[in-house]
């Protein structure tokens, strides 16, 4: 039996419209508005778009009142214990894991294209030394277009693959060397005999005086943390990404766009304003009175880290990076000061009414600036690190909404300004 049409009844003309229901696999099922404009006459009004699903999708699935995050299905819980960065790359472009042959053929080329075009390397060495690396990586990744431009026929699904594949790629040869850029080191070019995780350490770490032993754990970690930040469905960077690409612009500009989306401290930039507040916070005796601020609603200050527009419960990655930001310093062998003070943090926070009543858990950013640290990436390469994840999933939902293109994103607005008047000559002003 189909389902019955929601009814929207427009109370002062009478007049009514039929709202077909749409429902997907799961989650919350959702009404189409499309003929409200035509029947009614009215548009739908949702900033922040906290009410409206924008595209049909099969890559995530999020439950946010259950904690529940899936890619293809797979839950985030088991990808993070059993599987890696590149096969869940894997998955999530192409929908289902890979058998070995798939998974050897995918790494061989993702290795194969790690290199960039040296002149790239002029570009990024044109950037001031102090430059912010979310500030290069948006104009290196948007250069990425006049560097490959000969395989960019949007057209063709062998080259949308092509530029997918490219970005996964080179992203963390541009990350590395734009880093290195501000630490004055010499190019590293990317080694391919090791994997991906461990190329990045290298490429990010190794200087030509010495030899450099790229370390186990710290590779571990951070194929851990890429396979959390991987994708996230319709978040604001991923939004971008679909918006620019519904427009036809090349995939470069698409990911440009949502790296500079990412780079917001609402958004990816959290993970580095999270280390700068703990910092600020200093010490647990600080902790009621900075949580006193982030309740004062004539204060700016945030808890950032903390609360989430579709997690009202905890955040499923959250709890897992925390457990690692322990197994981590405990491998290494360090302390810190912080990880105690974000635990304090948390544990004041979680049973403070305010926190309890807003549903405000801790985000993935919260704990993952603690094992940034412990492994040595500076504060101001925290959402580079989340970049680099992230383009797996800018890359997947870019090629999902490629392969069945979708009509140009194009939201409406109330207009509340003047309504028509006539040019006054400037000396009559
Ligand atoms: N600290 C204090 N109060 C908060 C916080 C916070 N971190 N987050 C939300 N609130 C309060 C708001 O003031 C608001 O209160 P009100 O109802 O009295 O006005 C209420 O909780 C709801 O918050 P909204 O801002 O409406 O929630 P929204 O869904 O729009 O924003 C966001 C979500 C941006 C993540 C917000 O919680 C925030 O700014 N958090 C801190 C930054 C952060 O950690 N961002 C990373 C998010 S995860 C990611 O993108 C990777």
Excluded at 70 to 84: F, M, N, T, V
Excluded at 86 to 114: C, K, Q, W
Excluded at 171 to 178: D, F, G, K, L
Excluded at 386 to 404: K, Y
Aim: glycine share 8%; hydrophobic share 40%; net charge negative.
């Amino acid at each position: 039996m189909s389902e019955k049409p929601m009814i929207l009844t427009d109370q002062n003309s009478g007049e009514s419209v039929e709202l077909p229901i749409n429902r997907g696999t799961e989650g919350e099922p959702t009404f189409e508005i499309k003929a409200v404009p035509s029947k009614l006459g009215y548009f739908t009004y949702d900033p922040g778009y906290a009410a409206t699903a924008s595209c049909t999708s099969k890559i995530t699935f999020i439950d946010g009142g259950m904690g529940i995050l899936r890619y293809r299905g797979y839950p985030i819980e088991q990808l993070a214990e059993q599987s890696d960065f590149l096969e869940v790359a894997f998955l999530l472009m192409n929908g289902e894991l890979p058998n070995r042959a798939e998974y050897d053929e995918f790494t061989a080329e993702i290795t194969y294209h790690s290199m960039v075009h040296e002149k790239l390397n002029t570009f990024i060495s044109g950037f001031h030394y102090d430059a912010h690396p979310m500030a290069m990586m948006a104009g290196v990744v948007g250069s990425l277009a006049a560097f490959y431009h000969a395989k960019l026929d949007m057209s063709d699904p062998g080259h949308r693959k092509l530029a997918a594949m490219r970005m996964i790629s080179k992203m963390p040869t541009i990350a590395a060397a734009c880093y290195r850029h501000h630490m004055g080191w010499p190019t590293a070019y990317p080694p391919n005999g090791l994997n991906y995780c461990e190329r990045f350490l290298h490429m990010m770490f190794s200087v030509p005086a010495e030899t450099y032993e790229v370390s186990s754990v710290a590779a571990r970690a951070f194929d851990l943390l890429f396979i959390l930040h991987a994708d996230h469905e319709q978040n604001a960077s991923t939004s971008t990404v679909r918006l620019v690409g519904s427009t036809g612009a090349n995939p470069y500009a698409c990911v440009a766009a949502g790296i500079s989306a990412l780079w917001g401290p609402a958004h990816g930039g959290a993970n580095e304003q999270v280390l700068k507040m703990l910092e600020q916070i200093g010490d647990v005796s600080n902790v009621p009175k900075f949580v006193a601020k982030a309740k004062d609603r004539d204060d700016p200050f945030r808890m950032m880290g903390f609360g989430h527009r579709v997690y009202k419960n905890f955040d499923p990655r959250a709890t897992i990076i925390r457990e690692a930001a322990h197994e981590v310093l405990s491998e290494l062998g360090q302390s810190d000061p912080l990880m105690d003070l974000a635990l304090e943090l948390e544990r004041i926070a979680l049973e403070d009414e305010y926190f309890i009543e807003k549903k405000l858990y801790p985000n993935v950013d919260f704990y993952s600036g603690i094992i940034y640290r412990a492994l040595g990436i500076p504060v101001s390469m925290f959402t580079v690190m989340f970049a680099i994840a992230r383009t797996v999933g800018w890359v997947s939902q870019w090629l999902e909404q490629s392969d069945n293109p979708t009509r140009i994103g194009r939201p409406r607005q109330v207009y509340a300004g003047e309504t028509e008047r006539n040019y006054v000559d400037i000396d009559q002003r």
